[in-house]
């Protein structure tokens, strides 16, 4: 692991990718430098491209200040993220993490060592089947979360979502068409995930996502989204057609939600309703 420089210093003098969806841009080093304004965004004319929809045209700007370089939402759709809090502009810092649609950069100066090494260092945190962040990492952020809020203001949701009748598709199909469902159904969900969500592999045919800043009911209707998404959804392994379905529990912490585990037990309870009453659906 990076032992990062102090942060008193002032600031960073590379930008590495440590979570993309297109695997080749993983690790992929931007220098800072002696540069006015890099710019990044979904528009080839940006310093830094990022072919995402997820990000706007015109994203986000890092502008080399007198105290260091600050990121600077330049009016974007999805916003910006630094350690995953929205900001409108604020100073980077040596190990920052900075989201922009769905990649994230870390910041990071030449003391610190070898950019790549932030880049082995993250993957410890990614599942690698579904290329989903893994339990781990949820436990940390849901726990940093629960530390940041001031009840009952800004609300905070979790659902957690089991494929029905996974066992029978690894039975039927064997367990490479299971891994192809897993797979899919993780790149479809992750679809409808925003910056500053997480979205990660409970583990087995289980996943959760993290909602910062949604209520109950919002994260009960995005969870429905989704679960419609998966129902009409057919994955095509070999010479079958799988079709699946998937069921879902929400809650939301309150003032009793001191710790992750609490959150997540509150979304299982409603998971097994879901279960119940006869799967394919969302309780909440």
Known sequence: ???????????????VIIYTRDRKLLGRCYELGTATVVTVG??????????????????????????????VDDNSTNGTFVNDERVTEARLRCGDRVSIGNTIFKSCCAACGRPIDETRYTMTSIDGLTKAYNRRHLLE??????????????PLALVMFDLDHFKRINDSFGHLAGDQVLREVASLMQQHVRPGDVFARYGGEEFTWMLPGTDLQGAAAMAETIRAAIAAHVVTF???????????????????????????????????????????????
């Open 1 to 15: 692991m990076i032992i990062c420089c102090s942060q008193d210093q002032a600031g960073p003098d590379n930008l």
């Open 42 to 71: 979904r528009h080839a004319g940006n310093t830094i491209s990022i072919d995402s929809d997820s990000a706007s045209r015109h994203h986000a700007r890092f502008e080399k200040r007198a105290d260091g370089f600050w990121v």
């Open 141 to 154: 952020q849901l726990d940093a979360a629960l530390r940041r809020m001031e009840h009952p203001e800004p």
């Open 238 to 284: 070999e010479a079958h057609r799988i079709s699946l379905t998937i069921s879902a529990g929400v809650a939301q912490a309150d003032e009793k939600t001191c710790v992750a585990i609490d959150l997540i037990k509150s979304a299982d309870e409603r998971l097994y309703q879901a279960k119940c009453d006869g799967r394919n659906c969302v309780r909440s």
